[in-house]
């Protein structure tokens, strides 16, 4: 495979580096934090040759040694063998590799890591190459032994992967009525169950297996017969039983199944607002929760159950009542304790709920960095991902916390440094490998983050 991998990084560019921000990196204080040779050169302040060799060596070098230490991961042997260790075969319905009695769910063409993958059935007539066909044994002949045969190519390596399956004979009806009315289950809403039901019901017209299923209800006021309307008793007069009977037919073979369901009553006001209360919570923000909070917060303003819900603040200088406004204390002033307090109200009972939160104070300049260097991410096109890059890349210009972010490419050939131009490599050249290093500048501090991707050829 031809190989596109380049680690020298363009000097024009990293010369960039040294001129953001455009602020004198030598007035910046020193906070504590170590230093790298990187971030003294940028921080010395002189576009001298020395800080321009210092810049290269330690970009350089880091590239070079993320190279080694991946170099076994990015060969073609390490490719196959772990798309083959991770191969597997989704089965229709409840079928297992021992009894087959629908289609496959498709049998993977590509591997996670990027290998192409081809299929090969030992007897076709049975179960096609691609899986999708079935012809299972006649009624009273025996079960077909059937062998699933993967190869798995990337590059110059190959591997196969086999897989032995059983194909069940044909059922006849009264079988197949039967393995439909075991399959049978009814999906509800929400959190509903069997012993509590509050809400529609879905009930599955076409057994797994092809038979036809009709509904019956036994107390069509309270559940209808195709499920979809229920009726809760009024509040106080008790629970309701309630039978959903299941015809099951093929070919003039008929049985039942019957399922049942205790639809709750109505909440009273109080237990509306007791309900609403305990599901309330705060939704935060990426990785923000009550004992760090960094953004804005959702604040709901309705219950499940129709209670309304208002919010108070005991800082709304630091954190506003409607969660949406968020002013994080001073690097070095500590952070800021806040009560929001929630008033829920229901047919005119009301109730609390008080929760406590801390707004964390704002980052150093060096966490800044450090932090955007964390958070940083590159955003494909459609399906693509890391192993597999077909169309052009975003590369975030700004960090989460402010920091400028420019974007050096191994090989510009194939992806600009911007990632907006990707020119695949010919077919029969081989996939290209991009590395992809991001320079994080902020405030006098520095940092590099790497990314390689592989660019399929066409």
Do not use: C
């Amino acid at each position: 495979m031809k190989n596109f991998t380049k680690h020298a990084v363009s000097t024009a560019i990293l010369l960039a580096a040294i001129a953001v921000p455009s602020v004198a990196l030598a007035d910046k204080p020193d906070h504590g934090e170590k230093k790298t040779g990187l971030e003294r050169a940028l921080q010395s302040g002189k576009k001298s040759d020395r800080a321009r060799e210092v810049l290269e060596r330690n970009l350089e070098r880091k590239l070079q040694r993320e190279h080694d230490e991946n170099d076994e991961e990015k060969s073609d042997a390490y490719i196959v063998a772990k798309d083959k260790e991770e191969l597997s075969i989704d089965f229709g319905g409840t079928d297992t590799a021992d009894s087959v009695t629908l289609p496959l769910d498709g049998l993977p063409a590509k591997g996670e890591h990027g290998s192409s993958i081809t299929w090969v059935s030992s007897n076709s007539a049975v179960l096609s190459n691609d899986g999708k066909t079935l012809h299972r044994p006649a009624y009273g002949s025996a079960d077909a032994k059937v062998t699933l045969t993967a190869t798995l190519t990337y590059g110059s390596a190959t591997a196969t992967k086999t897989f032995e399956l059983t194909v069940k004979s044909q059922w006849t009806d009264a079988q197949r009525v039967a393995a439909d009315k075991e399959a049978l289950a009814i999906t509800f809403s929400g959190s509903d169950s069997l012993s509590s039901v509050t809400g529609p019901v879905t009930l599955p017209a076409t057994g797994l297996h092809g038979s036809s299923i009709t509904w019956l209800s036994s107390n069509t006021s309270v559940v209808s017969n195709d499920g979809r309307t229920v009726v809760r008793p009024a509040a106080g007069s008790g629970d309701a039983t309630v039978a959903l009977t299941a015809v099951i037919t093929y070919n003039g073979v008929s049985e039942t199944k019957t399922f049942t369901l205790t639809v709750k009553q109505q909440l009273t006001a109080q237990q509306k607002l007791a309900a609403d209360k305990e599901a309330l919570a705060i939704t935060f923000a990426d990785s923000d929760s009550l004992s760090s909070v960094t953004r804005p917060v959702t604040l709901p303003v309705t219950g499940a159950n129709g209670s309304t819900i208002t919010w108070t603040s005991s800082y709304p200088a630091v954190l506003s009542a409607d969660g949406k406004t968020v002013n994080r204390p001073a690097y070095g002033a500590g952070d800021a304790t806040v009560v929001l307090t929630a008033t829920l109200s229901n047919s005119g009972l009301a109730d609390v709920k008080v929760f406590t939160v801390i707004v964390k104070q704002q980052l150093s300049d060096a966490q800044k960095v450090a932090s955007d260097k964390e958070a940083l991410a590159i955003t494909y096109s459609g399906t693509d991902t890391a192993s597999s890059v077909t169309g052009a890349l975003t590369l975030p210009a700004v960090g989460v916390n402010g920091s400028t972010i420019m974007w050096v490419s191994s090989a510009p050939a194939i992806i600009s440094n911007d990632g907006k131009t990707v020119v695949r490599p010919l077919d029969g050249q081989g996939d290209a490998s991009v590395t992809l290093t991001a320079i994080i500048v902020g405030n006098g501090y520095s940092d590099t983050k790497t990314f390689t991707v592989t660019v399929k050829e066409r």
